[in-house]
């Protein structure tokens, strides 16, 4: 089992910048991978960013491109979301995810990032 802890979320005025946090427990050896995702209301969860544990390749979704940087500090098992000139479009309940064999198997409570225009 992979514990994850979500925090940092808040409001912003657009153009303004937030940095959320993913403290990750348990058994985290066996990660292939983290992930960020988001869901707005109304709407499906969607991928924002990813992370793999093995060479730090980073993929983002094209929305988040040049704006969002995943990061890790591997020391501090925790992942890293950098939100730069933020977008009301980015408000959304953002979730930290762990994969196991290519599946994102466990999830985080969310974090309500709001940005007000």
């Known amino acids: 089992q992979v514990h994850l802890v979500e925090s940092g979320g808040g409001l912003v005025q657009a153009g303004g910048s937030l940095r959320l946090s993913c403290a990750a427990s348990?058994?985290?050896?066996?990660?292939?991978?983290m992930g960020w995702f988001r869901q707005a209301p109304g709407q499906e969860r969607e991928f924002v960013a990813r992370?793999?544990?093995?060479?730090?390749?980073?993929t983002y979704a094209d929305s988040v491109k040049g704006r969002f940087t995943i990061s890790r500090d591997n020391a501090k098992n925790t992942v890293y979301l950098q939100m730069n000139s933020l977008k009301p479009e980015d408000t959304a309940v953002y979730f930290c995810?762990?994969?196991?064999?290519?599946?994102?198997?466990?999830w985080g409570q969310g974090t309500q990032v709001t940005v007000s225009s």
């Open positions: 995810a762990a994969s196991e064999f290519g599946n994102y198997d466990y």
């Open positions: 348990g058994r985290t050896f066996s990660t292939d991978a």
């Open positions: 992370i793999r544990t093995i060479g730090g390749t980073t």
